[in-house]
C-alpha cells in the first residue's frame, strides 16, 4: 500500500504500534507534547516538528519567516500544554546550490522568535539534501498542576479560541504569527481549561482530536467563530496553520472569564459553541492532511 | 556565496554567531551534544541528527538498518558525553509513492535499537517530503562529575579507540553498528577520560576536533589503529560513520586500563597515539564534509 492510501493519520495509527509506551511516559504520541518527568512540580515537555521546501514554504517567500515559522509552530506546541518552552535544538537540510545569505536568513528568523519567547537554541545538524527540510525538536516545562492536555473536555463545557482564523497560509500570516504562549501561561494559571490544543490543521480536524480524546461531542455557533478579513466560513473552519489556541472550560469559569475580559482585555478570547454528551455530534471537517 | 564554497565547518561556524549562548546552557553548539541543567546532580543532555536519502542512505539498503542507524547515531553522542539515552522524537518525511512498508520497517529498526537501550520514542512529526528525511532528537543524562567533553585532552594523555575503523559506509556497518554506550559508561564510571568523542567523520578529523578544544597537538601511531578487514590505513584514518568513542587517558589511568583489560576482555580499548603540548601537531586528515 502506498502512503496516500493510507493517508496522515491511518500512518500516524499504524506507527503508534511499533511504539510501546514505557511506564516512565506520562503522556507520549497523540497531543501537542510529549510529557515525561522532571521534578518534583514540573514535567518536562517535548515537542518536534518538520518543515519542508514545496511541502510548508517555497524558496520564494521570505527565509526569516520560514525560520519564524519553523520554531514558532513549536512553541505553540508547548504553550498549548499550559507550559513554557526552553531549550531547541535545529536540524537543517541544505542543497548545495542554496545562497549561504538564505540559510542565515532563516537563522535569524529562528534566533528573532527564540529571543521573543526566551529559548536557547542549543545544538543542531546541518546536512545536504536536495530541497531545504528544518526540523525544530523544543523543550519546555509546565507545573504539574497546569498540565492541560486534550482529554478532558466535558458535556456543557464552552468551547473558545484565541484569535481570528482562516487564510492563514495564502495570506503569509503563517510565517508571521505569534505562538499564543502568554495567553496560555494567562489560561492555565487562572482559569485552568479542561481541554486545549492549538489549531494547526484546522479548527474542525482539531476540534474532532479533542472530542475523541475527551469521549465528547460539540455544537459550533458559527456565526460567532472568528474570522480574519475576507475568510469565509468554510476556510475559517478548515485552514490550518492559525497556531490559535482551542481550548474549553466549565460553563462558570466561562462566565468568569467572559466577565474578566469585558473589563480587562488584555487579551480576547473567543466563545465559539459548547461540549455534549453525545459522541455522534462530530464537526464536520475539510482538515488538512498532509498525504 | 554558495554553501558548497563555504564547505560545512564553515557554515556551522557562521551560524554559531546567531546562536547566542544563555548563561544557563551548560554547553551549547560543538560537542557532541548540548549540556543543560536538570537535578542537583545530574545534567540533561540534548542531540539531534538528520539523515536523507541519497546522502546518508539510498532506498535500495534495507530499511531497518536506515532505522537502526538513525537512531543509533544519536545515541553514540550520549554515549560520547559520558551519559546514557532516554526519550526521542522522530520526525520523517516520507515521499507520497513510498510503500508504506519501507516506513513501517524504518520504525521497526528505530523501535528495536530503541528498545536495546531503553530510549523510549514519545513523539514525532510525518510530513510529505520529495525524498526521505528522518531526524531524531534525543535526550539523556549523565551524572554532574561524569559529563565528558571534548576540550580536556592533556599533554601525555594517551588516545584511546573502542574498536577497528574504515570501510563502514562500503561494507554496511554503518547500518548496524552498535553504540558504545556501556563502554561510555564503564570509562566514565572507572576511568574518568580527559576527552571523550565519538567518530563520526572520521578519525583524524574528529581527532583534530578534541586537539583543537582542548589547545594540545597528538602524535598518531599508525601501525596500531585497529582496521576492519581489507581496510587500508587511509581509510582507517578518514572514514566516517564508525561510530566509535575516541577519548584520551592520564598515563596513569592509561596503564590501569591496559592492566584490567588484559585481566578481563569484557570490552577492548585500543591505544593509537599520544596527546603532546605543540598545538601545530594536528592529523592530516580527508575528513568528511558534508558540503
Redesign the interface.
Known amino acids: 500500500?502506498?502512503?496516500?492510501k493510507?493517508g496522515?493519520f491511518g500512518?500516524?495509527n499504524?506507527?503508534k504500534q511499533?511504539?510501546?509506551?514505557?511506564k516512565?511516559?506520562i503522556k507520549?504520541?497523540g497531543d501537542d507534547?510529549?510529557v515525561?518527568p522532571y521534578?518534583k512540580s514540573e514535567y518536562l515537555l517535548?515537542?518536534?516538528?518538520?518543515?519542508?521546501e514545496?511541502?510548508?514554504f517555497t524558496r520564494r517567500m521570505p527565509p526569516q519567516g520560514i525560520g519564524h515559522k519553523a520554531l514558532a509552530c513549536s512553541i505553540s506546541d508547548i504553550a498549548a500544554m499550559g507550559g513554557w518552552p526552553?531549550?531547541a535544538?535545529?536540524?537543517?537540510?541544505?542543497?548545495?546550490?542554496?545562497?549561504?545569505?538564505f540559510?542565515?536568513d532563516i537563522?535569524?528568523g529562528?534566533?528573532e522568535v527564540a529571543r521573543q519567547f526566551n529559548v536557547?537554541?542549543?545544538?543542531?545538524?546541518?546536512?545536504?539534501?536536495?530541497?531545504i527540510?528544518i526540523?525544530v525538536?523544543l523543550?519546555g516545562l509546565v507545573e504539574k498542576k497546569n498540565l492541560t492536555t486534550r482529554d478532558g473536555a466535558k458535556a456543557g463545557d464552552v468551547i473558545f479560541v484565541t484569535g481570528p482564523l482562516g487564510g492563514s497560509f495564502k495570506s503569509g500570516r503563517h510565517l508571521s504569527f505569534t505562538p499564543r504562549g502568554p495567553q496560555a501561561r494567562f489560561l492555565v494559571e487562572n482559569f485552568k481549561p479542561s481541554a486545549m490544543m492549538d489549531i494547526s490543521d484546522g479548527l474542525s480536524g482539531d476540534l474532532n482530536h479533542i472530542l475523541k480524546a475527551s469521549k465528547v461531542g460539540a455544537r459550533l455557533d458559527h456565526a460567532y467563530i472568528p474570522r480574519h478579513q475576507g475568510v469565509s466560513l468554510s476556510q475559517a473552519l478548515n485552514d490550518g496553520e492559525d497556531f490559535e489556541l482551542l481550548f474549553t472550560l466549565s460553563p462558570q469559569k466561562a462566565r468568569l472569564l467572559m466577565d474578566w475580559q469585558t473589563q480587562k482585555r488584555a487579551f480576547y478570547f473567543y466563545p465559539i459553541g459548547t461540549i455534549t454528551s453525545d459522541v455522534k455530534e462530530k464537526i464536520d471537517t475539510k482538515s488538512f492532511t498532509?498525504?
Chains 1, 2 share one sequence.
Open positions: 500500500m502506498k502512503i496516500s493510507l496522515e500512518l500516524i499504524m506507527l511499533f511504539v510501546p509506551v514505557s516512565t511516559v507520549g504520541i507534547a510529549a515525561v521534578s517535548i515537542t518536534t516538528d518538520m518543515l519542508a514545496d511541502t510548508h526552553t531549550f535544538v535545529v536540524s537543517i537540510g541544505i542543497p548545495k546550490n542554496l545562497p549561504v545569505s540559510i542565515k537563522y535569524k529562528i534566533q536557547s537554541i542549543v545544538g543542531g545538524d546541518t546536512i545536504k539534501t536536495d530541497k527540510v526540523n525538536a523543550l498532509h498525504f
